[in-house]
């Protein structure tokens, strides 16, 4: 099988010598059985087409292509002499490229200490998102427990129109808009100015997590008043970068939406990686906090109500003629948005096994290699927020990213106040 890259996927799969990967994390205490992980490591390959196949970027266009002798999901063993190792690894495969021959498109970091582990997912971006990447963690988890466990495996989409609906139409109308639409992106690249340089890796990640009791809280005040912990995250954000970077800061948000809620034939456990955006504004008119979660709670709901995915993923077909300019504008431009911020939500993972104990989950970190780098990955596990805040030393320098973290964090305590008082 050979398959083209969707256009969302060649956007991260950057290039050949750029190395964009997400990193996703577990401790656990007790014993793992190396036997075992390496079992569940080969069902998981065998289930996941795109564990089976390589990049061909020889050509023009970079493809999928299947490899029948691909090697299995490697392991690296490595010690933990602290707490924080894992993001030191982290970091070390954030800048490891997949091109070894016959490598597959994913390792695992496996931190071994006596009685706790971490152990870390890597993928290129270009194969996975959140979900993705949870649902692979929750496979390699479920499969070390009880190697015995069988997996079904799935056959993979040949292009973006078997993931269209049959009903889904396309018509010469929107055939022409499609060529219209490619011609005037062609015409916007063609006079902005672009680079194909990499940016330096000077990334990093700023990582930390709340305590229970706080994320109770805030769980409790965002249903009183009729928000999310989404939308108050997004407003703390975006305060403290106004707050810190005075007017420097756009007062703007960048949130994936997970794709399988419009896309039938993406299920919960397929490996995917493009995901449709909604770009969110705060409201300067108000000055309540919780009436600024509000207002954007529903401009989510609506934007989202709103998206022609059908229409978005066929659409995106015509610029592929455009990718590599997109990319390099991308590395260029500093953009009009203060952060990008994805919540994964409620990690549905068990914590309880047979011969160990999923201590935590780390919200997983990523270095793009964009002029803005700025990235918020937020999850909840075992009743605990977990944030993994992410940027460039370049773009955001590591002491202002900490005082976002600090003041993000103020104005989610300053707006609890009540609550706890009451």
């Known amino acids: ?16 010598k750029t190395p964009l990967n997400c990193v996703f994390g577990a401790k656990i205490s007790g014993k793992i059985n190396e036997e075992n992980l390496h079992k569940a490591l080969h069902k998981i390959q065998l289930k996941h087409p795109l564990l089976q196949m390589n990049i ?20 690296r063993i490595t010690s933990r002499p602290t707490d924080q190792s894992w993001l030191t690894q982290s970091k070390t495969e954030w800048y490891k490229l997949f091109d070894a021959h016959n490598e597959p498109l994913a390792r695992v970091v496996w931190l071994k200490g006596e009685t706790e582990s971490e152990i870390l997912l890597v993928l290129p971006h270009c194969i996975c998102d959140g979900t993705t990447i949870l649902n692979l963690m929750r496979e390699l988890m479920t499969l070390i427990d009880n190697p015995e466990q069988d997996l079904a495996p799935y056959p993979s989409f040949r292009s973006v ?17 499609g060529k219209v639409f490619a011609a005037l992106g062609r015409l916007f690249f063609f006079f902005k100015a672009t680079s194909n340089n990499n940016v330096d890796q000077s990334n990093y990640v700023v990582h930390w997590k709340i305590s229970t ?18 939308a108050a995250i997004c407003v703390a954000f975006m305060e403290a970068f106004k707050s810190v970077r005075g007017t420097k800061a756009h007062g703007k948000v960048i949130c994936p939406v997970d794709i399988r809620r419009f896309v039938e034939a993406i299920k919960q456990d397929t490996m995917f990686a493009f995901a449709p955006i ?55 431009t500093k953009g009009t948005h203060d952060v990008t911020l994805s919540n994964m939500g409620v990690l549905n993972i068990p914590k309880d096994y047979k011969s160990f104990v999923l201590k935590t989950i780390y919200s997983p970190t990523v270095a793009f290699p964009w002029k803005n780098a700025n990235t918020l990955v ?3 596990f075992n009743g605990q927020l977990d944030f993994s805040f992410m940027s460039n030393e370049s773009f955001l320098r590591e002491f202002e990213a900490w005082q976002i973290k600090d003041r993000a964090m103020e104005f989610i305590k300053e707006n609890l106040k009540e609550l706890v008082n009451v």
């Open 278 to 332: 909604a770009e969110l504004k705060l409201e300067k008119s108000e000055n309540d906090f919780w009436t600024k979660t509000r207002k954007l709670k529903s401009d989510l709901e609506t934007k989202v109500a709103e998206m022609k995915v059908y229409d978005l993923l066929n659409m995106s077909e015509y610029f592929h003629s455009s990718v590599n300019k997109m990319i390099g504008f991308l590395k260029t």
């Open 56 to 75: 061909d970027a020889t050509g023009k266009e970079p493809y999928f292509v299947l490899n029948e002798n691909i090697s299995k999901i490697p392991v």
């Open 378 to 380: 937020c999850s909840t």
């Open 161 to 177: 129109y078997d993931l269209l609906p049959e009903d889904f139409k396309i018509t010469k109308a929107a055939h022409f808009k």
């Open 1 to 16: 099988m050979k398959r083209r890259l969707i256009l969302g996927e060649r956007i991260m799969h950057v290039d050949t």
């Open 213 to 230: 009791d706080d994320t109770k809280q805030l769980l409790v005040k965002c249903k009183e008043e009729n928000t999310t912990v989404h």
